[in-house]
């Protein structure tokens, strides 16, 4: 592999950090901590894939080593990135009601956790970065399916400003689906992130005045905008925030503390799934 892009090939974690200024860590999720762990200690700037951790113990511990080490450290959350997501952010404004859908086929890679931490973390992480505001209330139901661990999930978040996201999760799907769907006051997104395209129905102010409104469509209403991503490639637009962040340049990247603020929500979901279990397990 090495011979076919070009690179060295290295026999230890050792040999690798001592060769680099910046690594990626991208291991199974139970392996992010000692992984990340080692490169921070021998001097690397981390890059290091959702989840930062397992727990909010190993992800303080990372967080405390860069700053100790004075290494850049951030979370592989690349659906910031993606393009239509970058195409519109600048027209949400204050967003009161979101719904994402992320459905997926069953692959063995990542099941060494549930679906929260797999695949509803990534939605988890942008729902933040979309309200300013923290988290409140959650309220959550999921079911194995095909591992002995949560592989289909939905959660609801509450914030303390009043806005409220429904989020859903399967790694159990026949058909692939990667949808965001944003609601504030000013109209309406639809995104397929998948594909990188979308649409944002917005608001015709000041309203229209018309003649007959038993004729009014919501045309006269609503404006619809076609938003079109650029077509880039979202890993590559994060490693480039990443080298920019190592850099100490301005960076969209996910620090390793906004990471850390999604794992500790996915956390707090997965433990709501556990609850509700344990609840349902006791009244049968």
């Known amino acids: 592999m090495a011979n076919q892009h070009h690179c060295e090939a290295f026999s230890t974690l050792e040999e690798l950090f001592a060769a680099s200024d910046a690594v990626v860590v991208a291991a199974p999720t139970s392996q992010h901590h000692p ?9 690397c700037h981390v890059l290091v894939e959702k989840p930062l951790a397992i727990s909010l113990v190993e992800a303080d511990d990372l967080i405390a080593r860069a700053d100790a080490a004075g290494r850049f450290l951030a979370v592989g959350h690349v659906e910031r990135f993606n393009p239509v997501v ?19 086929r069953f692959q063995p890679r990542g099941t060494d956790v549930g679906v929260t931490l797999d695949l509803m973390i990534h939605d988890i992480d942008l729902v933040l970065g979309l309200v300013d505001s923290p988290v409140k209330s959650f309220e959550a139901i999921g079911i194995p399916l095909i591992t002995d661990t949560v592989d289909m999930a ?3 978040l509450t914030f303390e400003n009043g806005a409220i996201a429904d989020v859903s999760a399967s790694r159990a799907s026949m058909q692939p689906t990667r949808e965001l769907r944003v609601f504030q006051e000013s109209g309406y997104f ?10 944002f129905h917005r608001r015709r102010l ?14 006269d209403f609503v404006e619809r905008m076609v938003i079109e991503g650029d077509g880039g490639e979202p890993l590559r637009a994060e490693l480039e925030a990443f080298v920019a962040g190592v850099n ?8 390793g503390r906004e990471g850390r603020e999604a794992l500790e929500v996915a956390l707090n979901i997965s433990r709501e799934i556990e609850r509700y ?8």
């Not at 992984?35 to 001097?43: E, F, T, Y």
């Not at 519109?88 to 009161?96: A, S």
Request: contains cysteine.
């Open 35 to 43: 992984v990340a762990a080692a490169a921070l200690d021998a001097g």
């Open 277 to 284: 279990h344990h609840a349902t397990a006791q009244h049968s």
């Open 206 to 219: 000041p309203p229209p005045r018309l003649e007959d409104p038993a004729t009014a469509s919501l045309a």
């Open 154 to 156: 939905n959660a609801r």
């Open 190 to 199: 639809s995104l397929d992130l998948a594909a990188g395209r979308g649409e």
């Open 248 to 255: 100490g340049l301005p960076s969209d990247v996910v620090t």
């Open 86 to 104: 970058r195409a519109c952010r600048h027209l949400m404004d204050d967003p009161r009601f979101l719904t994402c859908i992320r459905l997926a």
